[in-house]
């Protein structure tokens, strides 16, 4: 603290001519415009005329203040006022004002890696000038903590804030360091709108006239993936100076679109992954960004843990709820990591920082070719034998056709979901992937899986979650080490497949929204893992069979029944179930956070609370 107060003192003195200047100009200044607007804000009228002074005031401080910056029209350096948006640069002038005010001591500014939090803070020399000279006259001075990954106390290492002799900004990527570190004020850098996104573009591309029509479409198309981010959008527009052709423009596209091309813009969005530090975090971050989309709701978030649980990612837990509170942690931190973006009650997941993801991964062990239209799977000689997991997700795939019989003998998870148009898969397919774990062709057009399927031994997730047109499953009693069998949705789906009690290892099974109306007499008992049960009838007795549930959907036929299952699950410390009695669709009991349910019998209501 001696050493910067020493610093500080020795550039004052070097100016000081110039900071009386400033002085006196800013406290001019100062007095009469914020004696005006005080004045305003209690409601005091005032003539035009005096109006037009408080313009008048309020421009000559924008002169002199560092926000929003000015450049000529024929220059190509980018100024603050581009790089943030008509919102953020309100809040930013808002923070100056704030900072040559006393009312608040340490300054919050966050928002996502090259989203402009540093730039808003290097200051012109008239503005930093007047800075200098307003906080030499209250004999004060600016400490900026630019990047801080992590909250400290700002009394442990001696920055004496409460004084009021200094004022501290910190910028970060996390809302949580603001909090942690008590900033009394917290300005968000948003990402910039498409009006924004666009002037930025053309002015750092340089172009000389207007761009062609088919140019500008793909121009657009480039500027959608960078969603807003000026660091992003900046470099793209550097790399496309002075290209004209439009098949390069297209080359670029496609480049981006495929995740061909590595981006100055990842090694700063890389910062934050790196930062998460804990390898677990790391990976579940990674797996997010393969499997998820751009906007993630809180069904979503549900997904993802339940996708965590699949790929084995989540431990030190038997219990689901445990494994549930774990993965919420794991999401939690990646959000305060600013990986992730609150947005309307969503977390909004920039596609760059998506980009960022598949470059971390290696192209080697993992194939990502997920939404992106294919009609057919990838050729053969894509399925090498380094091959870990396949993501093929949201295409137009129709068939997994005969003459393909992939030999990735490490392949542990293949996501086919949400191919709607798949209909077909061979015989052949599944020989040579003895491997696989994570089997996913939800909201898939197949009518019956292959008999393939039934010497996957080593699989432990088979998801077929709303597959309408689903009606035939072959044996699964060789599949010992399955634990999770979701058939959600399966409308068509009359039967259990055979060889059900031979699954010991099972702890999810979903069968509600299928044909299935009870599970086989004597499966229930066999299942003695099961954690997680979701069917249309439960028989008399079958809630004893089942020790560990705990989280239950079904329905019931009468109150010791619906007493019996409350009891099971209150043992198990169930957080929720929902249990259906007499005719289903009338008395829905749903329970989340803590156990409560409410059912209905003819006239009488019974409310139990646990």
């Not at 004696?35 to 313009?55: L, W």
């Not at 309020?58 to 948006?85: A, F």
């Not at 894509?382 to 003998?409: A, H």
């Not at 099971?568 to 249990?579: D, M, V």
Request: with cysteine; net charge neutral; glycine share 8%.
């Amino acid at each position: 603290m001696t050493s910067l107060k020493r610093k500080l003192e020795e550039l004052i003195r070097s100016h000081q001519a110039d900071m009386n200047k400033l002085k006196s100009k800013w406290m001019r200044i100062e007095e009469q415009y914020w004696s005006v607007v005080q004045a305003i804000r209690e409601g005091i009228s005032f003539p035009p005329e005096k109006v037009a002074e408080v313009e008048g005031l309020s421009k000559e401080l924008e002169q002199i203040l560092p926000v929003p910056g000015r450049s000529s029209k024929t220059s190509h350096l980018v100024t603050i006022e581009e790089l943030l948006g008509k919102d953020t640069r309100r809040k930013v002038k808002e923070m100056f004002y704030t900072m040559l005010r006393n009312e608040f001591f340490i300054l919050g500014v966050y928002g996502m890696g090259g989203v402009g939090k540093t730039a808003i803070l290097r200051t012109r020399r008239e503005g930093a000038g007047l800075l200098y000279g307003h906080l030499n006259a209250k004999k004060a001075c600016i400490l900026i903590l630019d990047g801080l990954w992590k909250p400290f106390e700002v009394k442990d290492v001696g920055i004496p804030v409460e004084t009021g002799k200094l004022k501290l900004i910190v910028t970060t990527r996390s809302p949580d360091v603001c909090r942690m570190m008590l900033c009394q004020k917290q300005i968000k850098i948003e990402l910039l709108d498409m009006e924004d996104s666009w002037r930025l573009f053309l002015k750092k591309l340089c172009f000389a006239g207007e761009l062609p029509r088919e140019v500008e479409q793909i121009a657009r198309s480039l500027l959608d993936r960078c969603c807003g981010l000026p660091l992003g959008i900046i470099e793209i527009a550097t790399r496309m100076r002075g290209v004209k052709k439009e098949r390069e423009w297209r080359d670029m596209l496609g480049n981006l679109e495929e995740s061909r091309m590595e981006l100055d813009v990842f090694k700063r969005l890389q910062l934050s992954y790196l930062n998460l530090g804990d390898e677990q975090v790391q990976q579940c971050f990674l797996h997010s960004m393969l499997c998820s989309g751009n906007l993630l709701s809180e069904a979503d978030r549900e997904y993802l843990i339940e996708s965590f649980i699949e790929e084995g990612l989540l431990g030190g837990s038997a219990t689901r709820q445990g494994l549930y509170d774990q993965g919420n942690d794991i999401l939690d931190k990646i959000e305060g990591a600013g990986l992730l973006d609150p947005e309307k009650g969503h977390r909004y997941l920039h596609p760059l920082t998506r980009d960022m993801a598949l470059h971390v991964v290696r192209s080697t062990t993992h194939m990502v070719k997920a939404y992106m239209g294919l009609k057919e799977i990838p050729e053969e000689v894509f399925w090498t034998d380094r091959l870990e997991k396949v993501f093929l997700q949201g295409n137009k795939i129709e068939e997994m056709p005969y003459n393909v019989s992939p030999n990735c003998p490490k392949l542990t998870r293949l996501s086919l979901y949400d191919n709607s148009t798949l209909g077909d898969i061979h015989e052949s397919f599944f020989r040579h992937l003895k491997g696989l774990a994570v089997l996913d062709l939800g909201r898939t057009g197949i009518t019956k899986l292959p008999d393939s399927i039934s010497q996957l031994e080593s699989l432990e997730a088979l998801l077929l979650q709303s597959c309408f047109a689903l009606r035939f499953i072959p044996y699964v009693g060789k599949l010992g080490s399955l634990r999770k069998l979701d058939l959600k949705g399966c409308e068509s789906l009359e039967e259990v497949p055979e060889g059900m009690e031979m699954l010991a290892n099972l702890r999810y099974l979903a069968l509600d929204g299928t044909e299935i109306e009870t599970l086989p007499e004597g499966v229930s008992g066999k299942l003695v893992n099961l954690q997680y049960l979701a069917i249309r009838k439960l028989r008399a007795g079958e809630e004893v069979k089942l020790p560990k549930v705990e989280e239950l959907h079904c329905s019931v036929s009468n109150v010791e029944m619906f007493n019996a299952c409350v009891g099971s699950l209150e043992r198990n410390s169930s957080q929720r179930y929902r249990l259906v009695m007499g005719a289903p669709e009338n008395f829905s009991l749903w329970c989340g956070g803590r156990l409560r349910g409410l059912y209905s019998l003819i006239v009488a209501t019974i409310s139990l609370r646990v």
